[in-house]
């Protein structure tokens, strides 16, 4: 009942910024929590950025101060901005979004469908 799609992934030099995007779509009535993942080759799933319902943000420490999350309500989308990237950032990312339905304000637990990073030396 509510699909998100990913975009703005590709390949980028190290230094360099991506921005990537989450659209939501569906019977949404509420988005509360907003993370993006990140899972590298070989490595398990990390939580890179989390955006509660009031602004409240946190990152992983390998990012802070790198990457910013962010949200445009009247689209349903959330962005992950991302600079000064380094190949250690190379990984596939997904954006995970949990909140309300309309009209029945049941819960949801959505996940993109993945975006590729890959930054080179």
């Known amino acids: 009942q509510v699909q998100l799609v990913e975009s703005g992934g590709g390949l980028v030099q190290a230094g360099g910024s991506l921005r990537l995007s989450c659209a939501a779509s569906?019977?949404?009535?509420?988005?509360?929590?907003m993370d993006w993942y990140r899972q590298a080759p070989g490595k398990q799933r990390e939580l890179v950025a989390t955006?509660?319902?009031?602004?409240?943000?946190n990152y992983a420490t390998s990012v802070k101060g790198r990457f910013t999350i962010s949200r445009d309500n009247a689209k349903n989308t959330v962005y992950l901005q991302m600079n000064s990237l380094t190949p250690e950032d190379t990984a596939v990312y997904y954006c995970?979004?949990?909140?309300?339905?309309?009209?029945?304000?049941?819960?949801?637990?959505?996940w993109g469908q993945g975006t590729q990073v890959t930054v080179s030396s």
């Open positions: 995970n979004i949990k909140g309300r339905l309309v009209p029945s304000v049941r819960t949801y637990d959505a």
């Open positions: 955006m509660g319902s009031g602004g409240s943000t």
């Open positions: 569906g019977s949404i009535f509420s988005m509360s929590v």
